[in-house]
């Protein structure tokens, strides 16, 4: 089959080899002028910094993707395990450290709170049982109802349909071991409170495989990936924008570009946001409802600041992943997560760093060859709501969030950074609307809360138009790397097991556009 895939972001490039690996002759179409979708990689006088995506576990999904060509993702890309995998600040400065070993985790926890210890062995074996009820569903389709009905057992007997905050409070006193312990939804774009208890199973992920760091950073992956599909025979083709996909009788048949254009195709692979795909590349004869994320609950927003400093600072408590979690984390989610819809009232200024969930990327810590010699690169992650219909941050918004966490940084962590600052880069919620498409910016796609995963979630495989598949953040069974690159897998799998000529179920809305126009 002639199949094109629309971005090139993990889940674009994992559908794309896996395609490629059975014989179907496949293009990649990317918008930007190189590949990564939200694994970009920004290059500013001799730093190298990653755009997005810098915590990889679970190798073995990409030794997969290499072993259909019968070849080893170690001949390729050299990753790094790390210990800790992050490392958790309170507003003492005291830290926290997520180890590999368990022992040495539980040791960690009776450190910070002796009457912890047993708590968070029960947490652990909470987590663990989670893990093996849920995990076989993140390979496998959700296409219909029942699947998900098939769960639901599982989600009463582990209460996983509980918040993960919940899950950590019922074992863990600790007031800052609760916060920290349930970080994890925010790498997915959740809140907490209102990610379920299922989603833990990404802890499970670090547990068991561990969390890595590939030298040359996420773009070393991203490249060599890319690398991998052209030896399969599949082509990419750069700064390409899609402005349509063409469908006659409820089946793809190809794809429009901007400049007119047409490439015919049999089967179309989205890795898009779903809300974009719909209301944008579809249009309303074919996949739009009407606004399809309006009242939908999307993931919070970010901005991304990158920093390069013409020193580095060997004695620093920071480690390669840090979480500074020194404010208040009511307030703190609050301002991110608390705006109800089209209230068009604007978040609060943050009155200090403390006021901002803030995750800071040292890769020199590990990897000097990211910035020049006797240099270091780094990038803080800081959490913003998502934007309503036609807003900008104000330019004078971003400068105070860069301002707080370059004074936190100097104050705390890097003493002298503001007078060492060689080059800046930042980008915000503008930038994942307007540059990656994603509606109302959300840099997650859609928040991961109970109704809007597994069977609630965008499909795979559109139940509208033949022919169309979707991949990524988006859709089932949601981001993180280790999601996207399942995402890919279940649509190539659907792909190898589609009839040809097969007309849509129903001309409908589908269970997905259901999810997406909720």
Not at 122 to 127: A, E
Not at 239 to 248: C, T
Not at 350 to 362: K, R
């Amino acid at each position: 089959m002639q199949a094109v895939v629309i971005g090139s972001g993990f889940g674009g490039l994992a559908a794309a080899i896996r395609l490629a690996a059975a014989g179907h002759d496949v293009v990649v179409l990317e918008q930007r002028d190189r590949i990564g979708g939200r694994a970009y990689l920004y290059e500013l006088d001799g730093f190298r910094f990653d755009g997005g995506p810098t915590v990889l576990t679970a190798p073995f999904m990409f030794e997969e993707l290499f072993a259909l060509a019968g070849e080893r993702l170690e001949d390729h890309v050299r990753l790094v395990p790390l210990d800790p995998f992050y490392r958790a600040f309170d507003a003492d400065g005291s830290h926290f450290d997520f180890h590999a070993d368990a022992a040495r985790m539980r040791e960690e926890v009776a450190r910070r709170s002796p009457a912890d210890e047993r708590g968070y062995e029960r947490l652990s074996r909470r987590v663990s049982r989670i893990f093996d009820a849920f995990y076989p569903y993140t390979e496998r389709p959700m296409m219909q109802v029942h699947v998900m009905l098939r769960m639901l057992p599982f989600l009463l007997r582990h209460r996983a349909a509980l918040g993960v905050q919940r899950l950590v409070d019922g074992c863990i006193r600790d007031p800052f071991l609760r916060r920290a312990l349930a970080f994890h939804p925010l790498l997915i774009g959740g809140h907490p409170a209102r990610t379920p208890a299922l989603y833990s199973l990404i802890v499970e992920f670090e547990r068991r495989w561990g969390v890595h760091y590939a030298v040359g950073g996420t773009a070393a992956v991203v490249d060599a990936l890319g690398a991998l599909l052209e030896r399969l025979g599949g082509r990419i083709r750069c700064g390409v924008e899609v402005d349509a996909i063409l469908v006659q009788d409820g089946r793809i048949t190809g794809v429009r570009l901007e400049d007119g254009s047409e490439l015919p195709a049999d089967v179309v692979v989205s890795n898009a946001d779903p809300g974009y795909t719909y209301d944008r590349l579809l249009g309303a004869a074919h996949g739009s409802t009407g606004g399809p994320l309006r009242s939908t609950k999307p993931s919070m927003s970010l901005h991304v600041l990158y920093f390069g400093a013409d020193r580095t600072w060997p004695d620093t408590p920071l480690a390669h992943h840090n979480l500074l979690l020194s404010g208040d984390s009511r307030r703190v989610l609050g301002r991110v997560f608390g705006r109800p819809r089209s209230s068009r009232t604007p978040p609060p200024e943050p009155v200090s760093a403390d006021d901002l969930f803030l995750y800071v990327h040292l890769p020199t810590r590990t990897d000097p060859s990211m910035a020049p010699e006797g240099c270091e690169a780094m990038y803080v992650l800081v959490a913003a709501p998502p934007l309503d219909d036609g807003e900008t941050v104000p330019e004078a918004s971003a400068r105070r969030i860069r301002d707080l966490v370059v004074d936190l940084l100097d104050r705390r962590y890097l003493p002298g950074l503001a007078t060492h600052l060689r080059v800046e880069h930042a980008i915000g919620p503008e930038h994942f609307r307007d540059v990656l498409n994603t509606p109302r910016g959300a840099a997650f796609s859609l928040q991961p809360t109970l109704f809007q995963s597994g069977w609630f979630r965008p499909h795979n495989r559109s139940p509208r138009v033949d022919g169309l598949y979707l991949v990524g953040a988006g859709t089932h069974p949601g981001a993180g790397i280790p999601a996207v690159l399942a995402s890919g897998k279940i649509a190539a799998d659907l792909i190898a097991r589609r009839r040809p000529g097969r007309r849509p179920a129903s001309r409908r809305p589908g269970p997905a556009m259901d999810a997406v126009s909720r």
